[in-house]
């Protein structure tokens, strides 16, 4: 059974950088990405942010947040990670992190959450 794991979240301050971790068990991630999207306050729909793949360690990301987030993975701690600076009051949100089969449609398995709340 795939077990995704986020954790990092809190109370930020505006400015600040932080990093979010995904704690990956459960399968052989082996031709699959992990992606991290986040749902804000009111929002229905959860944003795509970026991915990264297990095997090679290629990167993904959406326009809007490639200058401030960076994704990465270690294969040994079976870990992926989205790394944010100069964190915004827009970015308070849960985050969450998703694996899917490169070249899917869908991302199947998802994590419970993490919750960053940026304060001025």
């Known amino acids: 059974q795939v077990h995704l794991v986020e954790s990092g979240g809190g109370l930020v301050q505006a400015g600040a950088s932080l990093r979010l971790s995904c704690a990956a068990s459960g399968r052989d991630f082996s031709g699959y990405g992990l992606g991290w999207f986040r749902q804000a306050p009111g929002k229905k729909e959860r944003d795509f942010l970026g991915?990264?793949?297990?095997?090679?360690?290629?990167?993904v990301y959406a326009d809007s947040v490639k200058d401030r987030f960076s994704i990465s993975r270690d294969v040994v701690k079976e870990t992926a990670y989205l790394d944010i600076d100069s964190l915004q009051l827009d970015d308070t949100a849960i985050y969450y992190c998703?694996?899917?089969?490169?070249?899917?449609?869908?991302?199947?398995?998802w994590g419970q959450g993490t919750q960053v709340i940026v304060s001025s």
């Open positions: 998703a694996s899917g089969l490169i070249g899917g449609d869908s991302y199947d398995d």
């Open positions: 991915a990264v793949s297990w095997s090679s360690g290629m990167t």
